[in-house]
């Protein structure tokens, strides 16, 4: 297999998890089919947005982002305010951006493979784009 056909199928599972992990704290559990809230209860998933937002907040910001990780009783409340420091800390616009510069790059490694079918090539770039866009 070409390696540059690799880099591509890394590249896209990586700006694919991170859309996950966004869909998974801003996404509609009746779209997802998935509580909002689980990626927070279930073991504290320390994602890139959650990281980020530790990095980029107060430490008070940040006392609650660690009060809510992994607490079974995380409230609509509590919920609510950890949305709002993970938009207001920049780490929601860093991870869009991130995902955007993975999914370039993604396709970049595309165009190099060598020779292949064009609409396959095609095909795989919308998927790229696709991955990043979709709702569930």
């Not at 009746?30 to 107060?58: C, F, N």
């Not at 008070?60 to 800390?89: A, H, W």
């Amino acid at each position: 297999m070409d390696r540059n056909l690799s880099y591509y199928g890394y590249l896209a599972g990586v700006a694919f998890q991170l859309h996950d992990d966004i869909l998974g704290l801003f996404g509609n559990q009746e779209v997802t089919g998935k509580p909002v809230r689980s990626d927070v209860v279930e073991g504290g998933k320390k994602t890139l947005l959650i990281l980020k937002a530790m990095e980029m907040s107060g430490e008070s910001e940040r006392k609650f982002i660690q009060s809510v990780l992994g607490n079974p009783g995380v409230t609509d409340d509590d919920l609510m305010r950890l949305r709002d420091i993970v938009v207001d800390s920049g780490s929601y616009q860093y991870s869009l951006d991130m995902m955007e510069r993975l999914v370039s790059r993604a396709k970049e490694y595309l165009s190099r493979v060598p020779g292949g079918d064009e609409s396959a090539k095609d095909f795989l770039s919308w998927l790229a784009d696709f991955m990043v866009r979709r709702s569930r």
